[in-house]
């Protein structure tokens, strides 16, 4: 199966929706489907961002998290957007 190209509407969307819906946003807001469709990926790639953090910030604990979870937000965005993507393109070819 072949990954859909995303769109920049669908980012966008996804994206203005959240800012719209929150003042403030964390990882909640940005939540997808990553970790209960795909478990043993979502873990691998939260490992490997803790591990690159860690060699990054050099004991600096407050970067350490915020790098984290930067990179954790940005791969369930990523998530969201193929799956938005699919469902959108699934419609257009019915």
């Known amino acids: 199966m072949k990954l859909p190209m995303v769109k920049r509407e669908t980012l966008v969307g996804i994206v203005g929706e959240i800012y719209s ?4 946003f964390g990882m ?8 209960k469709d795909n478990k043993v990926l979502a873990e691998g790639i939260y490992d490997m961002i803790g591990i ?6 050099d004991g600096d604990k407050m970067r350490l998290a915020e ?4 990179a954790a937000i940005s791969c369930n965005l990523l998530y ?5 993507q699919l469902s959108i393109d699934e419609m257009n070819d019915e």
């Open 21 to 24: 819906k929150n003042k403030t």
């Open 28 to 35: 909640k807001e940005f939540q997808s489907n990553l970790e």
């Open 52 to 57: 690159l953090a860690e060699h990054m910030c």
């Open 67 to 70: 790098s984290c979870t930067v």
């Open 80 to 84: 969201k957007s193929l799956e938005k």
